[in-house]
């Protein structure tokens, strides 16, 4: 059973700094790329950021371009989203998900954690 556990979410002010990480369990093969989408209430999900298995390639949505940056460690199975210079519109429930392609499309995606609250203060 392939499992999907966020963390690292919280409340910071405008301009300040937050790591998510997401550790996956029950992929039975490693061949997997990962990506962080993000849903603020009443708005659709949306992709944040995404990363092919080696790393080498990566993918981010315009509006956190230059201020955040996904990482992959996959000998502990673990992706992280670090974001900085945080703006009060990046608020929102942020998911991680699995799949074989990077894409930002999040109906490309079978696999998804629970998600993490990022609240962001002006």
């Known amino acids: 059973q392939v499992q999907l556990v966020e963390s690292g979410g919280g409340l910071v002010q405008a301009g300040g700094s937050l790591r998510l990480s997401c550790a996956a369990s029950g992929l039975t093969s490693s061949d997997y790329a990962m990506a962080w989408f993000r849903q603020a209430p009443g708005k659709e999900r949306e992709g944040v950021a995404a990363i092919t298995w080696s790393g080498g390639s990566k993918y981010y949505a315009d509006s956190v371009k230059g201020r955040f940056t996904i990482l992959r460690d996959n000998v502990k199975n673990t992706v992280y989203l670090q974001m900085n210079s945080l703006r009060p519109e990046d608020t929102a429930v942020y998911y991680c998900?699995?799949?074989?392609?990077?894409?930002?499309?999040?109906?490309?995606?079978?696999?998804w954690g629970q998600g993490t609250q990022v609240t962001v203060s002006s």
């Open positions: 998900a699995s799949d074989r392609l990077a894409t930002l499309r999040p109906n490309e995606y079978i696999y």
